[in-house]
């Protein structure tokens, strides 16, 4: 089974963010995996992740490969092409291949053996990256990214038009209630949808 340790440095629509982005929902999946071990059918467990961009939909797959049923709720009525590039680190690229998406990422990817990062006003040169003795840092259309990922989720398991409006933990489930007035009941939940969570 793939264990998310470490989802290194994340370029996002020119906005670098640590594995600090991840942390929260992984420690929160890691989390589910030690309390829910105690169970025998992992596939009874309900995971519920709010945000179906780049976080919530990996995290889904890793839960999904880690046996747990998993349902990721996305406030848009699509899949949307939001955002333009998207590059991950190495470490980034290893989790995902890990998670069975290295036939992806080779099919709709560039790989490239440098980075530059200048200063947005003068261009001046802050960091050059050198990837050459590596299998270089990934880069591709976030939209084509999410599509991909989302595709390798079940059908009934990927609920668009789904606003998150509230969540009520009663004993042992979690209630989450939608803008369209649905609600679901699950195990564990997890934020997902940016800076919402």
Do not use: W
């Amino acid at each position: 089974m793939p264990q998310l340790k470490s989802f290194g440095n994340l370029s996002l629509e020119n906005k670098t963010f640590s594995a600090l982005a991840f942390s929260p929902c992984c420690a929160r999946l890691a989390s589910a995996r030690k309390l829910f071990r105690i169970r025998d059918n992992l596939d009874s467990i309900r995971i519920a992740v709010i945000g179906g961009g780049v976080t919530g939909l990996i995290l889904g797959l890793a839960a999904l490969r880690d046996g747990y049923r998993v349902d990721v709720f996305e406030r848009s009525d699509s899949i949307t092409d939001v955002g333009a590039g998207i590059s991950f680190d190495i470490n980034a690229a290893k989790v995902f291949e890990s998670l069975g998406l290295g036939d992806v990422i080779d099919r709709i990817s560039y790989r490239s053996k440098t980075s530059t990062y200048r200063t947005h006003d003068t261009n001046k040169l802050k960091l050059f990256l050198d990837y050459s003795n590596t299998s270089g840092k990934v880069m591709c259309l976030r939209a084509e990214f999410v599509r991909e990922v989302a595709g390798l989720l079940p059908k009934d398991q990927l609920h668009l038009g789904k606003k998150f409006e509230s969540l009520q933990q009663h004993h042992k489930l979690v209630t989450i209630r939608f803008k369209d007035g649905s609600s679901y009941a699950a195990d564990l939940v997890i934020g997902a949808d940016g800076i919402n969570s």
